[in-house]
């Protein structure tokens, strides 16, 4: 039975670094199809939004635990194509990603008020044309703290990963803890180790979430006075 020292420590320290980096390129790819849906969510044709619609209700209607096992195990047992851990997990956690980041950012959207929707039309712009001229660049700002909150859940749900044996950070807990036999001194530090990359997180949300009322009230308060006036 091995102690747990600092080969065990560093090696904790590894599995943590793949969960940072599968978390990051789960936003990216999941965030590059998040953006696709959530456009395609508020596109005039309503088969699309409603097949964009099915799409997201079907990924947050289901476990992510499913979604994996159905990538990693699935794919392989219907279509005769069978993925290593690494390829799984990031295809699996990109398409849980796209679906919660397609409909916060829809919400986004939708947040814009529709006088800047319609006023943009009045100055005859075409659809995509208010989208990247007026809409968007407000939405942006509204999606950020979500999207920052999302991001912490993500990071804490790739945890689930070690079920189909990719090595991050509570995988490699799992392995230090058969090899010293010393899991109550694993499990907690594998915990603080998920606690110092998300509270940052967590507080740059909630930073961001208050800025962003605040710059409404201003916002608001200088409306009404414009009104007044």
Same mark, same amino acid.
Request: charged share 15%.
């Given at each position: ?27 990216? +790819? ?16 309503? /088969?699309?939004?409603?097949? &964009? ?23 392989? +047992? ?51 044309? +208010? ?15 979500? &999207? ?9 749900? &790739? ?12 995988? /490699? ?43 409404? +009230?201003?916002?608001? /308060? ?5 009104? /007044?006036?």
């Amino acid at each position: 039975m091995r102690q747990f020292s600092t080969p065990e420590f560093f090696f904790l320290l590894k599995g943590l670094q793949w969960t940072i980096v599968l978390s990051l390129i789960a936003l990216a +790819v999941g965030g590059a199809f998040g953006f696709a849906i959530a456009l395609l969510r508020v596109a005039p044709q309503r /088969a699309v939004r409603l097949i &964009t619609s099915g799409y997201i209700q079907l990924f947050q209607g289901t476990p992510v635990l499913m979604q994996l096992f159905l990538v990693y195990y699935g794919l392989g +047992v219907f279509f005769g194509l069978r993925l290593d851990p690494w390829t799984a997990v990031t295809v699996g956690f990109a398409l849980y990603a796209s679906a919660f980041l397609g409909e916060i950012w829809r919400g986004a959207i939708e947040a814009v008020p529709r006088e800047q929707w319609e006023g943009a039309k009045a100055l005859a712009l075409g659809y995509w044309q +208010v989208m990247r001229l007026v809409v968007l660049p407000q939405a942006v700002r509204i999606a950020i703290p979500p &999207t920052v909150g999302f991001l912490v859940q993500l990071i804490k749900s &790739t945890a689930i990963a070690s079920i189909i044996g990719f090595v991050e950070l509570t995988r /490699a807990g799992q392995l230090m803890t058969n090899v010293t036999f010393q899991p109550m001194t694993i499990y907690p530090l594998v915990a603080v180790f998920y606690f110092l990359v998300c509270w940052p997180l967590s507080l740059a949300s909630r930073r961001l979430e208050r800025r962003m009322d605040l710059r409404r +009230v201003t916002s608001g /308060a200088l409306a009404e006075r414009t009104i /007044a006036i």
